[in-house]
């Protein structure tokens, strides 16, 4: 259908092709308009349209060497070993291709990005609400209240705003102020995350908030895609299809290890956003960025350094094991982390053991299963029967789970104790230690447990890490 | 595009180090050990010597003198024609069928190079293997003399983007020889019953006149990414018997 504005001499666009591609970006094989379609439109300037895979400008170095460097538009991949060169058979030629953002259809340097850069439709712009949408009643701390309060205030002045708040904060309910005063002004509000499993345990709660708007949780294999929705909550892959889309952005990177500063998420956020909308950030462990702004008073923020039921946070104790994974290796268990683990059984805890590697969550599951602590179960990130053991261990079927990543965050089991075997290794580094150290002590009834570094050498990342919780707690007033 | 992590998990790649090792650090793309470790191998010795399938996995009732019962049902049949054998490097699982998907689904295309090592290994040990018992058979020993990738349906190349057959044959660092079209067979087969299907009167592929010359007279390796039932092979095979080569066999990533 062809629309004709007021003044007739005006160009005509589809509101089919509004519709479909307002706020969004998609490669142009997977648009249902023909090309004729698409290019008068984007003769008139309302659609627009750039490649997917471009050089990155290069600099003297790059020139006099003849090095290329490659960028993938789509989802900001920079990193040169994640894009390969392929003949193509569409172009003909040599193409060059992403391979970081390859599961939302492959874009190689002879793909186009297609987006809107017409008028926003009239419905999405909807209308303004004075009634109350957000139907929490639930009782926020005086920290929490005043968290509240100035993030919605920076928000509505339009500027970024950070919430630094120890793991275990209780921070969801924090932003409900701010995102029902948006919705009232009309505003569509994105919450991202780099975590699939925190999609799905706030999208119930969201729902439950705001139960007469419409939200929408996007990640790999939810079905859930309503385009017009008021909310939309996602992972960063997901919103790679977006562009321009929303008028205010929370992120939530709380307990994001191991996916925490991915660039990716950075980039499609900043992509889906409208410029000049105001970010929310809400983390236990900023990125180097956002807390040297913070720091430095060009980003405004406020610290939460107490647990919402007012305890400390209980503090890493590291303890050295030698060469342990040689241990492992002979089916053996280091007699260490044997004895925490007969202390624990006779206390009768729960814990999580965080190894490095999944081979060595695997390895170190048959040990402790042939060692007599038959009730443990080991579980990793792609382990399809991850939900079943979760569950196992949170009815406390299961007593000891080996893991090589922190699982779910509705994962909160009263009274579990965590060790960290391994805690010199690179893939832990302070944040992720901060953030598993966060396991424990989340419950007002068992605020404390024992979290545990074993290691083969002290790290300077464990060190940091154990440093950033005393100085919390000592800002917390303890 | 260096080899410091996994061509397929991206996980870096910490290979154990051994005095070799940390002479010549492996910095060629490739396969992490924990992904290596997941591919099944097919060991050669205990393979159907037709389809190149691993025996182990097969009751002892359904292999005869090294052939498996499906080999044996297509000798019977007689449909064989000049079709020799298959090669196979991988059982197929799981994993690679993972592998496969971002490799031919997804277009990940420089996951061939992960393969490359083993394709070449495994085409060294066809050719020395066909070297030491020529004597056996003069007419199919040695080496082969053009290697033909089975090639998509030109919809299906451009819809892929790049002919998954053809990339894993270029691995193989021989000539490769383009010869064979394969129609848009979709309509055409659907038109037909399953049994005149399974009859295969009428073969997708067809070779390019330009490439008769190419063939004739000559000892011929098929290659593609997976070897299931032996149908294509034997299509494939049926349109380059008209130019009379003399042999046809050929070399697959997976049998499964
Ligand atoms: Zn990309
Ligand atoms: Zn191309
Ligand atoms: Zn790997
Ligand atoms: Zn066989």
Redesign the interface.
């Known amino acids: 259908m062809l629309l004709s504005s007021k003044n007739d001499s005006s160009p005509k666009f589809s509101l089919d092709v509004q519709h479909f591609l307002y706020g969004r970006e998609y490669r142009a094989e997977e648009l249902p308009f023909s090309e004729k379609v698409i290019k008068t439109h984007i003769k008139n300037g309302y659609v627009a349209i750039r490649p997917a895979v471009e050089l990155l400008k290069e600099n003297l170095l790059d020139l006099l060497t003849g090095r290329k460097k490659w960028q993938c538009r789509r989802c900001g991949n920079r990193d040169q070993e994640a894009f390969a060169v392929c003949t193509c058979a569409r172009c003909r030629k040599k193409c060059v291709y992403c391979r970081h953002c390859l599961n939302m259809g492959i874009v190689r340097s002879c793909t186009k990005l297609v987006t809107w850069s017409g008028p926003a439709p009239k419905a999405w712009a909807s209308v303004n609400s004075v009634a109350r949408l957000c139907s929490w009643n639930g009782i926020l701390s005086e920290e929490q209240t005043a968290a509240a309060n100035a993030l919605d205030q920076a928000l509505a002045a339009g500027y970024s705003f950070l919430i630094w708040a120890v793991t275990g904060s209780g921070k969801t309910e924090i932003i409900y102020k701010a995102i029902e005063r948006s919705l009232m002004q009309g505003h569509h509000i994105l919450l991202a995350t780099p975590r699939t499993d925190v999609v799905r345990e706030l999208l119930p709660r969201i729902r439950s908030a705001f139960p007469s708007i419409t939200v929408s949780g996007l990640y790999a294999g939810s079905d859930d895609n309503d385009p017009q929705a008021q909310l939309v909550i996602s992972t960063a892959h997901q919103l790679i299809r977006f562009s321009d889309c929303f008028d205010c952005v929370f992120i939530d990177e709380v307990d994001a290890f191991p996916f925490h500063y991915d660039p990716m998420l950075e980039f499609a956020v900043r992509k889906a956003a409208k410029p000049g909308a105001p970010f929310g950030y809400l983390t236990a462990t900023p990125p180097p960025g956002l807390r040297n702004a913070y720091l430095m008073g060009s980003l405004r923020g406020i610290k939460i350094a107490r647990r919402y039921h007012g305890h400390p946070l209980p503090v890493p104790l590291f303890r050295w094991i030698g060469n342990w994974t040689r241990f492992i290796q002979h089916g053996q268990l280091p007699k260490t982390i044997h004895e925490w683990l007969m202390e624990k059984k006779k206390q009768g805890c729960q814990q999580f053991l965080f190894v490095p590697t999944v081979t060595l969550a695997r390895e170190l599951t048959e040990i402790l299963q042939k060692e007599g602590f038959e009730r443990t179960a080991g579980v990793h990130a792609e382990d399809p029967d991850r939900h079943t053991k979760v569950a196992a261990f949170r009815e406390g079927k299961i007593r000891t789970l080996v893991t090589t990543t922190i699982l779910e965050r509705g994962v909160t089991v009263p009274g579990v104790e965590v060790a960290v075997l391994g805690a010199d290794d690179p893939v832990f580094d302070a944040c992720a230690l901060v953030q598993i150290a966060g396991r424990v002590g989340r419950s007002p009834d068992y605020p404390e447990g024992d979290i545990l570094f074993f290691h083969n050498g002290k790290t300077f990342a464990m060190v940091q890490a154990r440093h950033q919780i005393e100085q919390m707690n000592k800002e917390g007033g303890f | 595009?260096?080899g410091?992590?996994c061509l397929f998990c991206?996980a870096e790649k910490r290979e154990p180090l051994t005095f070799l090792s940390l002479l010549s650090p492996d910095t060629s793309t490739g396969f992490c050990l924990?992904c290596q470790e997941q591919l099944e191998r097919i060991d050669p010795l205990y393979s159907c010597r037709l389809c190149g399938r691993d025996l182990h996995s097969l009751e002892p009732a359904f292999v005869h003198d090294q052939i498996c019962h499906d080999c044996i049902r297509w000798k019977q049949s007689g449909r064989n024609g000049l079709y020799g054998r298959n090669y196979a490097i991988y059982s197929y699982n799981g994993f690679i069928k993972e592998v496969m998907t971002?490799f031919k689904f997804?277009?990940?295309?420089?996951l061939a190079d992960g393969f490359e090592k083993e394709l070449k290994k495994a085409y060294s040990r066809i050719i020395d293997h066909r070297l030491r018992f020529r004597f056996l058979n003069l007419r199919s020993g040695g080496e082969y003399e053009a290697i033909v990738p089975i090639p998509l349906s030109r919809e299906r190349?451009?819809e892929?983007?790049?002919?998954q057959a053809e990339?894993l044959a270029r691995k193989l660092g021989q000539p490769i020889v383009d010869a064979l079209i394969r129609e848009k067979n979709e309509q055409k087969q659907s038109k037909k019953n399953r049994r005149e299907r399974l009859l295969m009167r009428e073969t997708p592929f067809h070779l390019k006149n330009d490439q008769v010359r190419i063939v004739t007279g000559k000892k011929i390796l098929l290659v593609d990414d997976l070897y299931t039932t032996g149908a294509t092979m034997r299509l494939a095979a049926t349109a380059i018997t008209a130019a009379h080569p003399k042999q046809i066999d050929s070399l697959t990533l997976i049998h499964g």
């Open positions: 595009m260096s410091s992590h991206r924990s971002m997804r277009g990940d295309a420089i190349l451009v892929r983007g790049f002919n990339l």
